[in-house]
């Protein structure tokens, strides 16, 4: 996540799903923080114009419109709003320092394990990397783009003994198959959510209950462009 992504329309989907799966838990929440980059913003943000939308979820929406009218969207702004139904953030930056490139894997370690610390009395969390999960084979603590990812190991530890919702950003490959790989490596009773306005991005919720299905479920039927998979159904 980075602050010139803030009020983005997935942010809007993101937020109101979380607080829905959030209600009556302790949940925190892992940004996956990055630096910012070239431009003002990720430039889904014309949603904020159409108050169509602000029927899905109106105290979110009101806040994000307020927040890009102000020039304040940034993250930290996010969780002093209020807004969010977590007891716990977790922000620390990934951003590798002028240290040796040899080093890199062990700070990415102590950075997780950190992030594993400031939630470890939350029984929800959700990961919110910019790109999403990356393979195994294909995650290199080492290279700076997969800062913007979350590795399967990593997902898998935060969700160990708890409910764990984790971000993914599609790429251009088949969305059906993407789902369904992921789905079977995270566990097979994982539930994903997909939402697919201005862009294709699913959130994969482990080790769900229930009453997180049915709110899930419910969740979807209110909002456009969205659909979940749910081996149980």
Not at 15 to 27: C, H, I, P, V
Not at 44 to 68: E, M, Q, V
Not at 106 to 116: P, V
Request: charged fraction near 25%; aromatic fraction near 12%.
């Amino acid at each position: 996540m980075r602050d010139q992504f803030v009020g983005d329309i997935g942010d809007y989907a993101k937020y109101s799903l979380f607080n829905t799966l959030a209600r009556g838990r302790k949940a925190g929440i892992a940004w996956y923080r990055t630096p910012d980059q070239g431009g003002t913003h990720g430039g889904h943000d014309s949603y904020l114009n159409d108050p169509n939308w602000a029927t899905y979820d109106g105290k979110i929406f009101d806040c994000l419109r307020k927040l890009r009218a102000d020039g304040g969207s940034k993250i930290t702004a996010i969780e002093q709003a209020g807004i969010l139904n977590a007891q716990a953030f977790s922000g620390r930056l990934l951003e590798f320092d002028a240290g040796p490139v040899a080093g890199r894997p062990a700070w990415r370690e102590t950075w997780f394990q950190g992030t594993m610390s400031d939630l470890a009395d939350c029984d929800f969390v959700f990961a919110d990397p910019d790109n999403g999960l990356c393979p195994a084979d294909r995650f290199s603590p080492s290279r700076k783009e997969n800062l913007r990812h979350i590795p399967l190991a990593e997902a898998r530890c935060l969700a160990a003994g708890r409910t764990a919702m984790i971000y993914h950003h599609h790429g251009r490959v088949s969305r059906l198959g993407e789902i369904e790989k992921w789905r079977t490596a995270l566990g097979p009773e994982t539930v994903a959510v997909y939402f697919g306005a201005w862009g294709s991005r699913s959130f994969f919720v482990v080790n769900a209950d229930q009453q997180m299905r049915d709110a899930m479920t419910e969740w979807a039927r209110r909002w456009p462009k969205t659909e979940v998979f749910d081996a149980r159904f």
